[in-house]
């Protein structure tokens, strides 16, 4: 059974660029949520999307958006990167929204 | 807004040993849950123990107990027998009930001495 998936798992981009992240969600779970942690801090939520829809919003701004699709599998989009977008893009999924969350292994972004 | 508290940066802790790390949190509200998961280098956060606050006996997972005082917004994680596994990053965590949104601590980085 194959857990949380992501990918890829390393980019580097330069300002102004667009970047896409991937998950894949654990078997059996409809429900994905993204998580940004720079470093040395600890994980914060930017949405959860369920149903292909966006369930729940973090405080980050429009730059961030998301999709999610009929598979369940979702990707993060980030648009005019800045600097301080580098880090690591965590996904995380449930049965549920309100499910216990389990994660992968992480995209580790860097912005040039 | 909840916040939640890891006052210590790094903690250290002798093999077979037992440590305890501390975890404080604010809010208002009364039905929520709390999480400790662990980060190894690897990245891939794993969940260690969950405590609902409704419930007032401590969750106990083998090697792996909280104490939790819901009127103080403690949850602190103890570890007893420590193996050289269990190094790693700790991160407190706390979800409303009814909301999706979970809040991390900054962590506490744990190392396993031999």
């Known amino acids: 059974d194959a857990g949380v998936t992501q990918s890829p798992t390393h980019l580097i981009k330069t300002r102004g660029q667009q970047v896409t992240l991937r998950c894949s969600p654990k078997s059996g779970h409809d429900t994905v949520s993204w998580y940004q942690q720079a470093l040395g801090q600890g994980p914060q939520f930017i949405f959860q999307y369920y149903e292909e829809e966006e369930r729940q919003r973090g405080n980050f701004p429009d730059r961030f958006s998301g999709h999610q699709f009929p598979n369940y599998s979702s990707e993060l989009n980030v648009n005019a990167l800045l600097l301080g977008d580098s880090a690591l893009y965590l996904c995380?999924?449930?049965?549920?929204?309100?499910?216990?969350?389990?994660f992968g292994p992480g995209t580790r972004l860097t912005v040039l | 807004a909840q916040t939640v508290t890891q006052s210590q940066p790094e903690m250290s802790v002798q093999e077979a040993e037992t440590v305890t790390l501390s975890c404080t949190y604010d809010?208002?509200?009364?039905?929520?849950?709390l999480f400790w998961y662990k980060q190894p280098p690897s990245r891939q956060m794993i969940l260690v123990i969950r405590?609902?606050?409704?419930?007032?006996q401590n969750a106990t997972e083998n090697r792996f107990s909280v104490n939790f005082q819901k009127a103080a917004k403690s949850f602190s994680l103890k570890i007893s027998d420590s193996q050289l596994g269990d190094a790693a990053m700790y991160f407190c965590a706390y979800r409303s009930a009814g909301n999706n949104d979970m809040r991390f601590g900054a962590g506490t980085r744990l190392t396993v001495k031999p």
């Open positions: 405590q609902e606050a409704y419930k007032q």
């Open positions: 809010t208002s509200e009364s039905d929520y849950y």
């Open positions: 995380a999924s449930s049965s549920g929204p309100l499910g216990e969350q389990f």
